[in-house]
């Protein structure tokens, strides 16, 4: 047996009273944010995410149980070395979809070149025909045709769903020259400019039901959708009674 001092039943009680401590201090952090500044919630975080990890500690070497909760380090990130008061910011964003419903996204992506014939070759017939029978064709209509952010709010009407996602926050001296880095973007990201990171996975979370109404929903918005061109295609298929619930995790510094 060891001869360091083990905890106490009182060092438990102590820790959990630091812990309730620290989740009322972030709650009256996260209250009184303003805007998009959240110093005060970052240093709350961290402080609550040292108390949980010391109270989890003691709980398991004195009673031989754990928490039922997890939060997330950022030890995959470097420490953070840029400038305290950076001029300029970049933001990186990966989402990763799997192509779900091919049927309808080469509808939705035809429904597109009928009503805009110049996104998919103008007045050549054959390529318009494409729009409808390539997947990557389709793609290429769809991720021109809308934004990012867009297409991530209406995946499932394009017939995507959502796969893992990651928003990195870095710091930079100045703004990059227009052009500067276009020809390779995610080639020169220092890990340890990055601000803040926050990911995006169904690992974070055990599957949950999705919500009927809600499936209803995306499935008269999406048939409305199919229909404004001209075109009708088969309806959704029956849709599985669980789907992964995406959990946003933010890992700041």
Do not use: N
């Amino acid at each position: 047996m060891s001869d360091a001092a083990q905890p106490t039943a009182a060092e438990v009680r102590a820790a959990a009273s630091v812990l309730k401590a620290a989740i009322d201090r972030h709650l009256e952090a996260v209250e009184r944010r303003s805007g998009e500044e959240g110093s005060a919630v970052y240093a709350a975080f961290e402080e609550l995410a040292a108390a949980a990890e010391a109270y989890d500690e003691v709980l398991y070497e004195v009673h031989d149980e754990v928490t039922p909760f997890e939060i997330p380090s950022s030890d995959t990130l470097p420490a953070y070395t840029g400038p305290d008061e950076p001029g300029a910011l970049s933001v990186l964003i990966r989402r990763d979809y799997t192509v779900a419903e091919p049927h309808r996204l080469l509808a939705q992506a035809q429904r597109i070149a009928d009503l805009d014939p110049d996104v998919a070759g103008g007045d050549d017939a054959e390529d318009r025909e494409a729009v409808g029978s390539s997947l990557t064709a389709a793609v290429g209509v769809l991720f021109g045709e809308f934004e990012p952010d867009e297409i991530a709010s209406r995946h499932r009407e394009f017939g995507l769903s959502e796969g893992d996602s990651a928003v990195w926050v870095a710091a930079a001296e100045e703004p990059a020259e227009p052009g500067e880095w276009l020809s390779a973007p995610f080639d020169q990201v220092d890990p340890e400019l990055v601000i803040c990171r926050f990911d995006v996975s169904a690992s974070f979370e055990d599957e949950l039901d999705f919500d009927a109404e809600d499936e209803a929903d995306i499935d008269d918005d999406a048939d409305g959708a199919e229909r404004e061109g001209g075109r009708v295609v088969d309806a959704l298929d029956e849709l599985d009674d669980g789907d992964d619930e995406l959990e946003r995790v933010d890992t700041s510094r």
